[in-house]
């Protein structure tokens, strides 16, 4: 075996020279990175609770208050709509036939208000503490307790097939351009915020319309979760209703190709 230089030669006294052993090294890094990711927790806390951070109540207040504005510009909106239309019709220089087309391509549009008999629709979330109430179901993961976007798209669609001739989902009337979707346990609805339960209302046979939800395969299995976790399901005849109409921008909003 050949001596290396870190090896003591015969006959001599080698002074004993201290290293840090790989160990050492490793157990003062991890020390080091703990004193760093605490003062780094520390120093983002600020001394507060991270659990109630006001910044995220903040966020949580200006979403209900922009929610909250929208709905005022929207009501507003319609409101000089129906100024500009009543302005419109003292001398557009239009015929009867003229007119009539454009009542009826407004109505079909859905910006005028819609009367007839009423089916409406009611989704909740099931209770928290909620258990299987049959027997060889697993126990429900937080996802199967809430109402999901799928869900409320069910329901809209299986109207629509049911023949309804118009449809409000909470306070607002769907148009050709509305969209569904659901951030968490909460709806956004053309730029407007709602928490459970959801409420949809549509205009038509109520019959034809109770047929099509139960011939939806996407609602038949949104009422497993009903029977088995207790998800909230209601379906009323209403009797005559009156729809509102849209108010919102009907502007279209698209994607361009880039050149």
């Known amino acids: 075996m050949s001596n290396s230089a870190d090896s003591p030669q015969p006959g001599s006294s080698p002074d004993r020279i201290p290293r840090f052993r790989p160990v050492r090294l490793l157990t003062v890094a991890v ?10 927790s520390f120093d983002t806390a600020k001394g507060t609770n991270i659990r109630t951070d006001a910044s995220l109540l903040k966020l949580s207040d200006l979403i209900q208050e922009r929610s909250h504005k929208n709905g005022q510009l929207d009501e507003s909106n319609g409101s000089l709509r129906d100024d500009v239309e009543s302005l419109a019709e003292r001398d557009n220089g239009s015929t009867a036939a003229e007119a009539a087309r454009l009542a009826a391509l407004e109505k079909n549009a859905g910006t005028q208000k819609l009367k007839g008999k009423a089916l409406t629709v009611t989704l909740d979330d099931a209770p928290p503490n909620a258990t299987a109430k049959l027997p060889g179901y697993p126990e429900p993961q937080p996802d199967y307790l809430v109402i999901h976007q ?11 097939q049911g023949g309804a001739k118009g449809i409000k989902v909470m306070d607002q009337r769907m148009i050709s351009t509305s969209a569904v979707r659901c951030v968490g346990n909460t709806l956004i609805l053309q730029g407007r915020v ?14 034809k319309l109770e047929k099509a939800l139960s011939a939806s395969p996407a609602i038949q299995n949104y009422m497993v979760y009903v029977n088995v976790y207790g998800l909230g399901w209601k379906v009323e005849e209403n009797g005559t209703t ?6 919102g921008t009907v502007d279209l909003h698209y994607a361009k190709a880039v050149e």
């Open 31 to 40: 020390f080091a990175l703990a004193g760093l990711i605490f003062f780094t």
């Open 150 to 160: 799928q869900d409320l798209q069910a329901v809209v669609n299986a109207l629509w």
């Open 194 to 207: 709602y928490s459970p339960p959801y409420k949809i209302q549509a205009v038509g046979d109520p019959e």
């Open 242 to 247: 009156t729809l509102p109409g849209y108010t």
